[in-house]
């Protein structure tokens, strides 16, 4: 039976569990990213490998450091689940050709996949990934690969804790005594994933009281539906912090990468106006100055945050492949995209969830404000926004035909507004006569096509939805 090919999209490769991610396809992808690393890199010959908490993580990255090995690369392979951004942090901190991280991130428990970093620590642009596939056989029966045991007794692979220098880091980039001494009450879902007991380590010690749920290993991941940091996946994390009288709550995906927040009155504060919110704690409360780079699936509360604080705002297709790239070229302040994924200068160009979530508490600290009055801080500089999703599953076969239908439906208005411009840059960005846009959007990584839509008009959010359904056929 043929290998199915494998395709590497918005953040790498992921499949399902024992159908198409199998050993042999982690051994592929092992090889076209270690012929990728030899012919980019040359002489570098050192890779960073870590997993998530998923069934079968470590036994895939153990494969996949025994094909590193086997191709004459050495291996540091952490000793245990780590975030993507702690990974990504040691290819930069060890001088690594690149990285490795066997994670599906937010997918179903049924998944797992296989991340790809750079030397910088950040997503590799489209050309590199389709450098790698190009070198990705048919099957595994050529491919080289050391034995484990073999490959530690001889140096090749070594089993090492990446968690100290990246707390070193992130003491660099931001000081940690206030929060501790906040007296805060913070709530982090764990989400069962790589998060668990970070803000706990980096926060004890004062008199904030930092409380974890969903921090086990459960790869079934229950109370949810998957480790996606939205609605209704933290619905047990918003009860549980108003059961607990928390200040805030934050959540880290599954392999820690992103940033979902809950406000003291357990009401979800969505991942763009945290975006905007993030944004406006490092030109305000940090006074701090620097492009930033958005996916065209965000918020363009940016651009007037860019344009009060004249600083320039860079738009790219969706996925960190687009924006770290742009973040390296312009030496931007942040970047980040409409998942819950933020990438801060100083640090790597690679969404942080736990960066990401100790900058939201500093701006709660500093600015001395709980969730809700930031979003109204935030609203009285920009205006108020108002954004929604649906994800909706599109088989594989049916992709090519729904493509067409939206790519020639030309809607002349859309929730009763006209239309002003469409952006094919990723997807089809519908711009509407008051600022307003609709999305249609299939995904990189899973087989859904995703309609978006940001609007200034709360009772328009769902009218520009279900026209957005309807030019894809859903209605």
């Not at 290998?3 to 092992?30: E, H, K, L, M």
Request: proline share 6%; glycine share 10%; charged share 25%.
């Amino acid at each position: 039976m043929a290998s199915q090919p494998i395709i590497f999209g918005t953040d790498g490769w992921r499949g399902r569990i024992a159908d198409n991610y199998t050993y042999s396809a982690v051994r592929r992808c092992a090889h076209g990213f270690a012929r990728y690393l030899l012919e980019v890199e040359g002489n570098q010959k050192l890779v960073v490998i870590g997993h998530d908490k998923r069934f079968g993580s470590e036994a895939f990255a153990v494969v996949a450091a025994e094909v590193m090995a086997g191709h004459g690369l050495h291996v540091l392979l952490t000793d245990g689940p780590t975030p993507t951004p702690t990974i990504s942090y040691s290819v930069v901190n060890q001088g690594a050709a690149g990285a490795i991280n066997i994670t599906a991130s937010h997918n179903p428990a049924s998944d797992n996949g296989f991340k790809v970093r750079n030397r910088h620590g950040g997503a590799i642009d489209p050309n590199g990934l389709r450098q790698i596939e190009a070198n990705i056989p048919d099957d595994d029966l050529d491919i080289p690969r050391l034995p484990i045991e073999q490959a530690i007794s001889s140096g090749k692979v070594r089993r090492f804790n990446p968690a100290p220098a990246y707390i070193e880091q992130i003491e660099r980039l931001i000081d940690l005594d206030p929060l501790r001494k906040a007296g805060l009450t913070v709530l982090i879902d764990a989400m069962w994933g790589n998060g668990s007991g970070w803000f706990t380590k980096l926060l004890e010690g004062g008199s904030t009281r930092v409380i974890e749920i969903h921090n086990q290993r459960n790869p079934i991941f229950p109370e949810m539906l998957r480790p996606e940091p939205i609605p209704p996946n933290i619905d047990v994390g918003l009860a549980a912090t108003i059961e607990h009288g928390a200040d805030v709550l934050l959540v880290t995906d599954g392999d820690a990468d992103r940033l979902g927040v809950g406000d003291e009155n357990g009401k979800f504060v969505d991942q763009l106006r945290v975006f905007g919110l993030l944004a406006y704690y490092l030109l305000e409360a940090r006074g701090e100055r620097g492009p930033i780079v958005k996916t065209l699936s965000t918020t363009t509360m940016l651009n007037k945050l860019g344009h009060q604080y004249q600083v320039p705002v860079y738009e790219t297709g969706v996925g960190f492949k687009y924006v770290a790239p742009k973040m390296l070229e312009v030496d931007a302040l942040i970047g980040g995209e409409e998942s819950g994924g933020y990438a801060f200068r100083r640090h790597i160009p690679e969404r942080d969830g736990i960066l990401a979530g100790l900058y939201f508490l500093d701006m709660m600290v500093r600015l001395n404000r709980k969730p809700s009055e930031l979003v109204e801080l935030l609203f009285e500089q920009v205006g108020p926004h108002f954004y929604n999703r649906i994800d909706s599953p599109l088989p594989s076969r049916e992709r090519s035909e729904v493509e067409e239908q939206v790519r020639t439906a030309q809607p002349v208005t859309i929730g009763g507004l006209h239309v002003t411009d469409l952006n094919t840059l990723d997807g089809f960005k519908f711009s509407l006569e008051d600022g307003s846009w609709l999305l249609i959007r299939f995904s990189g990584t899973e087989p859904i096509v995703r309609v978006y839509c940001e609007t200034t008009q709360a009772d328009r959010v769902q009218p520009i939805l279900q026209d957005g359904l309807k030019i894809v056929g859903i209605q």
